[in-house]
C-alpha cells in the first residue's frame, strides 16, 4: 500500500488524466447500456425451460397462461357449450393467441359446479419485455362475444391478479433519478462527517466509479447476457460502496493532518492504514459475489459479474484517483474546519467503555434481538407469490372467487403444459397425468407447428412456491418414462428448475466464499478468532436480515403499509441468493473496518480494553455514516418499479442498519472484550505460510500510566512493546 501510495503521488497528474477519460467514455456507456441489458430469465439445461422454448417454437405462446376468462350463464341454466365455443373462437382471430375450452375440448373439468360457469385457457405469445401490449384486447373481445351469446365474462390469472399489487410500481424513478436521491441523502451525511466543502470530494470519486463501472458491464455485455437489474445495482450500490471506502480514506487523512503530518505524509498513511482495509473490504465483497457467478443461471451469473465490478472498480478508484485529489487539492477544499479529527469521538469512546464495562450484557442483548429476528426465517417460502397475496379485492380476485366457489382450485393459475413427440399418443400420457393425486384435469390440445402435441395438465391448488410444486415433481415422475415424453413446463417446473439449479450446492458454495473470507481476514487481522467470529457474525447477520423480510413482505406486516403491496406468500426463487452474496460482502466492510483499527491500537499498545474504545471511537461514526450512506441508497433503490426491486431493496438497506448498530456497534466491542488476548493470536506456523508477521499469545497489558487517549504516533510511549506499524515507530 505504501508502494501504490508514492507511486499515486509521484505520477498524480498523469493518474487524474486517466480517470478523467474514463469518467467521458464512461457517461458515453451509460447513454448505451440500457438497451443492451436483458430481461432473461431462462434457465438452460434445465427441463422447464427447454421445454418451454420447444413450446414457443412449437406453438408460438408462452408456457405461462397469459389469460383466464370466465365464461357464466343467467341464473338457472347451464352454460351451452356451442356458445363457449363461438366465444372462444373469437379470441383465436386475436393474432398470437391460443385458446383451449370446454367448448372445443367437451372436458368437463372445465366447468364448475352445476355447469353454470366455465373458463377458458388462453395463452399469448412470450412477451418481448414486462408489459403486455395483448391484455386490453383479450378483456374486449372476450366480453363483447359474451354479450351476444348471452354470457356474461371477467378475466382473471396470475398477471392479472398480479397487477394489483404491482400497482403502485408503474411510474417509478428512472436510474438516474434514484442515484440523484441517494447522492442528496449521501451529501447530507458527509456535510455533518466533514463540516466543509471536503464532503463533495467522496461523491466525485462516487461518480467517477459509477460511470467507470458502466463502461466496464458495457464491455461485458459483448460477451455474455447482463441482466436489467445490474444498472440499478451500479448506479446505487456503486454510489454508497465508493463513498464508504473514500470516506474512511479521508477521515484517516484528516486525522493525520491534525496530528502534525505534512500533506503527502497524511496521504501516504492513510493509504497504508485506512487504505489496507478499503482493499481488503473490496476483495472480500468481490469474493462474496463470487456465489452468483457460480451459479449456472444466466440471470443470477450476469448480476454476479456486474456486482463484481462495482467493489473492484470502486477500490481502484479510492486507492489511486482520492490520494491524487487529496495531495493536489484535498487541504484547499477542507474549509471551513469546523469538525477537527484531532480526538476520538467522546461520544463513541463513551460508548465502548460502557460496553466494555457491560460486555456480558451488552453480549446478551444483542444475541437476543438478533435471534428474535432469525425467527421468522423458519417460515421462508421460495418460488412466486400465491394467489391470495397477489390480490385482496377487485375484478380478478372476485372472478378467481367465483371459480373457488364452484369448485375449482386456484390451480386453474398455473397450468402445467406437457410436451410430446410426433408420432407418440398424448392421450396415454394425459391419462397418466390424470391419475396423479392433486391434478384436476388434463387435456390434449391440436398437435403444434412441428407436430409437438401439448397436453395441459391443471393441478387442483396452484403450483407457485417450495410448499407446493410437488405435484409438479409427481407428474413428471408419472410420465417420464412414457413413450414421446419431452418434458414438463410452466410455473411450478421453472420453480422446481431454480430449486435444483441454485439452492441444491449453493450451500457448498457457500462453504467455500466463508474460508476463502476467513483466510483474507486472517492476513488482515493477523488473527484466527477475528476472522472466524466475523463470518460467523455475518452469517448470524444474513440470516436475521431474511428473518425481517419474511417478517415484513412474505407475511405483510408492513409492506402494504409502506409500499401499498400486499403480502407476497414467498420470495422470488433469484432474490435469496443475491441478497445473500451482496450482504455478506457489504456487511462484512463495517467489520474490516472496525476491527483493523482495533488491530492498529492493540499493537501499539497490547490493551484489548483501549483497543475497543479506541477503535471504535474512531470508527464508530463513520461506520454509522457509512451505513446511513447505504440505507439512503437502497431507499432510492426501493422506488424502481417492480415488487422485487424493492424487496432487494429494503433487504439491503435494513441489513445494513442492522449490522451498523446491533452488530458492530453493540455485539462486536462486546466480543472482542470478552475474549481478551485470544483475540490477537496468530500461530508463527500459520503466519508463515500466510507470509505476514506473527501475533504470539501474550497477556493483556494494562494502559501505562500517563498515556494520553491519543498521542502523537512521534512521542507515544510503547510500554516496552515494539510498534508494528511503519508509521507508528519513533
Known amino acids: 500500500m505504501s508502494t501504490c501510495a508514492h507511486?499515486?503521488?509521484?505520477?498524480?497528474?498523469?493518474?487524474?488524466?486517466?480517470?478523467?477519460?474514463?469518467?467521458?467514455?464512461?457517461?458515453?456507456?451509460?447513454?448505451?447500456?440500457?438497451?443492451?441489458?436483458?430481461?432473461?430469465?431462462?434457465?438452460?439445461?434445465?427441463?422447464?425451460?427447454?421445454?418451454?422454448?420447444?413450446?414457443?417454437?412449437?406453438?408460438?405462446?408462452?408456457?405461462?397462461?397469459?389469460?383466464?376468462?370466465?365464461?357464466?350463464?343467467?341464473?338457472?341454466?347451464?352454460?351451452?357449450?356451442?356458445?363457449?365455443?363461438?366465444?372462444?373462437?373469437?379470441?383465436?382471430?386475436?393474432p398470437g393467441v391460443r385458446v383451449l375450452d370446454y367448448g372445443t375440448t367437451g372436458d368437463p373439468g372445465f366447468l364448475t359446479q352445476g355447469g353454470h360457469s366455465t373458463f377458458l385457457l388462453v395463452y399469448g405469445p412470450q412477451p418481448a419485455g414486462f408489459a403486455d401490449p395483448l391484455a386490453p384486447t383479450v378483456d374486449r373481445t372476450v366480453k363483447a362475444a359474451a354479450r351476444q351469446q348471452g354470457l356474461t365474462a371477467e378475466v382473471t390469472g396470475y398477471n392479472q391478479l398480479s397487477a394489483g399489487n404491482d400497482a403502485g410500481d408503474r411510474g417509478g424513478l428512472s436510474v438516474l433519478g434514484e442515484t440523484l436521491i441517494g447522492a442528496l441523502g449521501a451529501l447530507l451525511v458527509l456535510a455533518f462527517v466533514f463540516a466543509s466543502f471536503l464532503a463533495l470530494m467522496p461523491l466525485l470519486v462516487a461518480g467517477v466509479s459509477i460511470l467507470a463501472t458502466f463502461l466496464v458491464v458495457l464491455g461485458l455485455t459483448t460477451f455474455t447476457d447482463v441482466s436489467f437489474v445490474v444498472q440499478f445495482l451500479i448506479a446505487l450500490v456503486g454510489l454508497g460502496v465508493a463513498i464508504d471506502y473514500s470516506l474512511l480514506v479521508v477521515s484517516r487523512w484528516r486525522e493525520e493532518r491534525a496530528r502534525g503530518r505534512s500533506n503527502d505524509e497524511a496521504v501516504i498513511t492513510a493509504v497504508t492504514t485506512a487504505g489496507h482495509a478499503v482493499l481488503a473490504s473490496g476483495i472480500t465483497v468481490a469474493i462474496s459475489l463470487v456465489a452468483l457467478v457460480v451459479v449456472d443461471v444466466p440471470l443470477i451469473r450476469s448480476m454476479g459479474f456486474g456486482g463484481m465490478v462495482i467493489p473492484v472498480i470502486s477500490?481502484?478508484?479510492?486507492?489511486?484517483?482520492?490520494?491524487?485529489?487529496?495531495?493536489?487539492?484535498?487541504?484547499?477544499?477542507?474549509?471551513?474546519?469546523?469538525?477537527?479529527?484531532?480526538?476520538?469521538?467522546?461520544?463513541?469512546?463513551?460508548?465502548?467503555?460502557?460496553?466494555?464495562?457491560?460486555?456480558?450484557?451488552?453480549?446478551?442483548?444483542?444475541?437476543?434481538?438478533?435471534?428474535?429476528?432469525?425467527?421468522?426465517?423458519?417460515?421462508?417460502?421460495?418460488?412466486?407469490?400465491?394467489?391470495?397475496?397477489l390480490a385482496r379485492g377487485g375484478v380478478a380476485h372476485d372472478t378467481l372467487a367465483t371459480l373457488g366457489a364452484g369448485g375449482v382450485g386456484s390451480g386453474?393459475?398455473?397450468?402445467?403444459?406437457?410436451?410430446?413427440?410426433?408420432?407418440?399418443?398424448?392421450?396415454?400420457?394425459?391419462?397418466?397425468?390424470?391419475?396423479?393425486?392433486?391434478?384436476?384435469?388434463?387435456?390434449?390440445?391440436?398437435?403444434?407447428?412441428?407436430?409437438?402435441?401439448?397436453?395441459?395438465?391443471?393441478?387442483?391448488?396452484?403450483?407457485?412456491?417450495?410448499?407446493?410444486?410437488?405435484?409438479?415433481?409427481?407428474?413428471?415422475?408419472?410420465?417420464?418414462?412414457?413413450?414421446?415424453?419431452?418434458?414438463?413446463?410452466?410455473?411450478?417446473?421453472?420453480?422446481?428448475?431454480?430449486?435444483?439449479?441454485?439452492?441444491?450446492?449453493?450451500?457448498?458454495?457457500?462453504?467455500?466464499?466463508?474460508?476463502?473470507?476467513?483466510v483474507l481476514l486472517v492476513r488482515t487481522f493477523r488473527s484466527l478468532l477475528l476472522p472466524l467470529k466475523a463470518v460467523l457474525l455475518n452469517l448470524v447477520s444474513v440470516a436475521a436480515v431474511f428473518g425481517m423480510i419474511t417478517w415484513f413482505w412474505q407475511d405483510g406486516h408492513g409492506s402494504n403499509a409502506v409500499f401499498g403491496i400486499a403480502a407476497t406468500g414467498a420470495l422470488t426463487f433469484w432474490l435469496p441468493v443475491l441478497i445473500f452474496a451482496f450482504?455478506?460482502?457489504?456487511?462484512?466492510?463495517?467489520?474490516?473496518?472496525?476491527?483493523?483499527?482495533?488491530?492498529?491500537?492493540?499493537?501499539?499498545?497490547?490493551?484489548?480494553?483501549?483497543?475497543?474504545?479506541?477503535?471504535?471511537?474512531?470508527?464508530?461514526?463513520?461506520?454509522?455514516?457509512?451505513?446511513?450512506?447505504?440505507?439512503?441508497?437502497?431507499?432510492?433503490?426501493?422506488?424502481?418499479?417492480?415488487?422485487?426491486?424493492?424487496?432487494?431493496?429494503?433487504?439491503?438497506?435494513?441489513?445494513?442498519?442492522?449490522?451498523?448498530?446491533?452488530?458492530?456497534?453493540?455485539?462486536?466491542?462486546?466480543?472482542?472484550?470478552?475474549?481478551?488476548?485470544?483475540?490477537?493470536?496468530?500461530?508463527?506456523?500459520?503466519?508463515?505460510?500466510?507470509?505476514?508477521?506473527?501475533?504470539?499469545?501474550?497477556?493483556?497489558?494494562?494502559?501505562?500510566?500517563?498515556?494520553?487517549?491519543?498521542?502523537?504516533?512521534?512521542?507515544?510511549?510503547?510500554?516496552?512493546?515494539?510498534?508494528?506499524?511503519?508509521?507508528?515507530?519513533?
Open 7 to 94: 507511486f499515486v503521488l509521484r505520477h498524480r497528474w498523469w493518474v487524474i488524466a486517466f480517470w478523467l477519460v474514463v469518467l467521458l467514455a464512461g457517461g458515453t456507456a451509460a447513454g448505451h447500456l440500457q438497451s443492451r441489458l436483458s430481461s432473461d430469465f431462462s434457465l438452460p439445461g434445465q427441463e422447464g425451460s427447454e421445454t418451454q422454448a420447444r413450446l414457443a417454437r412449437s406453438y408460438g405462446v408462452s408456457a405461462d397462461l397469459g389469460y383466464l376468462p370466465v365464461l357464466t350463464a343467467h341464473t338457472g341454466r347451464p352454460i351451452d357449450r356451442a356458445d363457449v365455443t363461438t366465444v372462444a373462437n373469437r379470441l383465436r382471430t386475436i
Open 315 to 389: 477500490t481502484l478508484v479510492v486507492l489511486t484517483l482520492l490520494p491524487a485529489l487529496l495531495s493536489l487539492v484535498g487541504p484547499r477544499v477542507d474549509r471551513p474546519r469546523i469538525r477537527k479529527e484531532a480526538h476520538v469521538s467522546r461520544a463513541w469512546s463513551a460508548w465502548a467503555r460502557g460496553v466494555v464495562r457491560h460486555r456480558w450484557a451488552a453480549a446478551a442483548a444483542a444475541t437476543a434481538g438478533l435471534a428474535l429476528a432469525v425467527v421468522p426465517v423458519f417460515g421462508l417460502q421460495i418460488g412466486q407469490a400465491g394467489s391470495d397475496s
Open 412 to 518: 386453474v393459475l398455473t397450468p402445467m403444459p406437457l410436451l410430446v413427440r410426433p408420432g407418440a399418443d398424448a392421450s396415454t400420457v394425459a391419462a397418466a397425468a390424470r391419475r396423479v393425486p392433486g391434478i384436476r384435469m388434463a387435456v390434449v390440445a391440436p398437435p403444434g407447428r412441428d407436430g409437438v402435441t401439448e397436453v395441459v395438465v391443471v393441478p387442483t391448488r396452484e403450483t407457485v412456491d417450495n410448499t407446493s410444486v410437488a405435484v409438479v415433481s409427481s407428474v413428471r415422475n408419472a410420465t417420464k418414462d412414457l413413450p414421446g415424453y419431452v418434458g414438463v413446463t410452466g410455473r411450478g417446473a421453472i420453480v422446481l428448475d431454480y430449486q435444483r439449479a441454485v439452492f441444491d450446492d449453493f450451500p457448498y458454495v457457500l462453504g467455500l466464499i466463508a474460508l476463502v473470507t476467513f
Open 583 to 730: 450482504l455478506f460482502g457489504l456487511s462484512m466492510d463495517y467489520e474490516v473496518f472496525i476491527l483493523a483499527r482495533m488491530r492498529e491500537e492493540y499493537d501499539r499498545t497490547g490493551c484489548t480494553a483501549y483497543a475497543v474504545e479506541h477503535g471504535l471511537g474512531r470508527t464508530g461514526r463513520l461506520v454509522t455514516s457509512a451505513a446511513l450512506i447505504l440505507f439512503f441508497a437502497f431507499a432510492a433503490l426501493a422506488s424502481a418499479p417492480g415488487t422485487d426491486i424493492k424487496v432487494l431493496a429494503t433487504a439491503l438497506g435494513a441489513g445494513i442498519l442492522l449490522d451498523a448498530t446491533v452488530v458492530r456497534a453493540l455485539l462486536v466491542p462486546a466480543m472482542v472484550s470478552l475474549f481478551g488476548k485470544y483475540n490477537w493470536w496468530l500461530p508463527a506456523g500459520i503466519a508463515r505460510l500466510l507470509r505476514v508477521e506473527p501475533s504470539p499469545l501474550v497477556p493483556d497489558s494494562a494502559l501505562p500510566a500517563g498515556y494520553e487517549a491519543d498521542p502523537h504516533p512521534a512521542t507515544r510511549p510503547t510500554a516496552n512493546r515494539e510498534p508494528l506499524l511503519p508509521e507508528a515507530r519513533p
